[in-house]
């Protein structure tokens, strides 16, 4: 749950809302992430992870390109200062929650050895 300019949301980049924002960005997620925070982003970079995180947590498309459109049509300055929140919504899609114990279930045993690897 994030506070922003346009409320407090929930906010999620699952795989599908990730493939949507690849194909508007023409990149993938992490070199957006680093497009993003090495300050060369575009205008739809900050925009479509907004929007595309409000859908991912829960918000139907269509009120989640409205609540956008309201925060960032004619307020240009809000794309600077909602940059480390589309910052902080891609990085948790890629890298995980800063508090997610990543590894551990919910008891804090480890499941290292429940993972198998393999390639597909």
């Not at 407090?8 to 997620?29: C, D, K, M, N, Y």
């Not at 497009?35 to 947590?57: A, E, N």
């Not at 139907?60 to 910052?87: C, G, H, I, S």
């Amino acid at each position: 749950m994030y506070v922003w300019e346009g409320g407090e949301h929930p906010f999620r980049l699952g795989i599908g809302e990730l493939r949507a924002l690849q194909s508007a960005t023409g990149v993938g997620p992490l070199f957006l992430l680093g497009r993003i925070t090495g300050s060369q982003w575009f205008v739809d970079d900050i925009v479509d992870t907004v929007r595309l995180g409000l859908v991912g947590g829960g918000m139907t498309p269509e009120a989640a390109k409205k609540l956008t459109d309201k925060v960032f049509t004619d307020n240009t300055p809000a794309l600077y200062r909602n940059m480390l929140l589309a910052t902080r919504v891609l990085r948790d899609a890629v890298m995980g929650e800063p508090d997610d114990p990543t590894g551990e279930d919910e008891s804090g045993e480890s499941q290292a050895g429940s993972v198998t690897n393999s390639v597909v």
